[in-house]
């Protein structure tokens, strides 16, 4: 399995667990990378179509109440496949992480 | 509606129109929650400085994908797993390739891999109306003659030419795979490609057999 672009795998991560509309997603990637990935539109509904085209993500039937939320928003939420990438994703990059501990590059994390 | 929100509907409009229809809305609803968090001048010029970048990003983007004439570029596109062929299919082209070769063709037409499909996949008969159902599609298929054009075949599948419309059914079989969650393209895939194809004699004797795309779509796989 090819590695995730950032954007696709913070989605992911945003998403699973619990369905998110776009702004709220485009917010917690924000917060997540201290304002370093910031999506904007285009690349936010942009992944979101592409991931929602490979059954990564589905986008979910279920409204909130009119009166607590805009009806124009759409809510997404991960399918069973998506958060099998996102799984696989994570395990990579820890892979990644422990061999630059190997080699000295970062330390062990400290011990409680 | 603040000025700037109009201003970006206007931008929004640059955008392809099949894209457009399914995300303006949606891009506009978020512009508009990102404008209401920014409350200060400066907030709202480093708003407009990510969202100008975010579009002169995206806006091709969208064109390029809608020129390569793929799911939305998902065959490209970094990040996504490929849609690999299922076995079934794999020998369905091999089976293809030989009633090719039977009907002296030195190309893989529809009527080809719908052959190779029905060869392949038993639980296709019961779709299309039987054993007697597909030797009539045999029979017909064997008294018709075209003359196609070729293309080249997905190395993934094998070397033998492809013509149009059987090249378009296994690129929207790669397509419809995903679309319903599935991890790999199927024989039904690939007959959903092939229906897809209305001018040819395969997807006209499969209507005519009674199979339609929701009926393929909602069949157990």
Known sequence: MEPLTPAVFHILLSIVDGEKHGYAIMQEVEERTGGALVMGPGTLYGTLKRLLEAGLVEESGERPDPALDDQRRRYYRVTRQGRRAAIHEAERLEALVRAARAKSLLRHPQRA | ?221
Request: proline share 5%; glycine share 4%; net charge positive.
């Open chain 2, 1 to 221: 509606m603040r000025l700037s929100e109009r201003i970006y509907r206007m931008l929004l409009k640059a955008y392809p129109e099949p894209y457009r229809r399914e995300y303006e809305e949606p891009m506009a609803q978020l512009f508009s929650d990102q404008l209401r968090a920014a409350d200060t001048r400066r907030k709202l010029a480093a708003l407009w400085l990510s969202t100008l970048a975010d579009f002169l990003r995206t806006m091709p983007a969208r064109y390029a994908e809608k020129s390569r004439h793929s799911l939305y570029g998902l065959e490209n596109a970094q990040g996504y797993q490929r849609v690999p062929w299922s076995s079934s299919v794999k020998k369905s082209v091999f089976f293809a390739r030989y009633e090719a070769g039977s009907f002296a063709r030195k190309m893989i037409t529809t009527e080809d891999l719908l052959m190779g499909l029905l060869r392949e996949d038993r639980r296709l008969h019961e779709l299309v109306g039987g054993a007697a159902a597909v030797e009539q599609i045999r029979h017909e298929i064997q008294s018709h003659e075209a003359t196609r054009r070729c293309r080249p075949l997905p190395q993934d599948l094998c070397d033998v030419p492809l013509n149009a419309a059987a090249s378009s059914a296994i690129q929207l079989a790669k397509e419809e795979a995903p679309r319903f969650g599935a991890v790999e393209a199927t024989p039904r895939h690939l007959l959903a490609g092939i229906l897809q194809q209305e001018q040819t004699l395969a997807a006209q004797l499969l209507r005519r057999a009674g199979v339609n795309l929701e009926r393929l779509r909602s069949a157990k796989p």
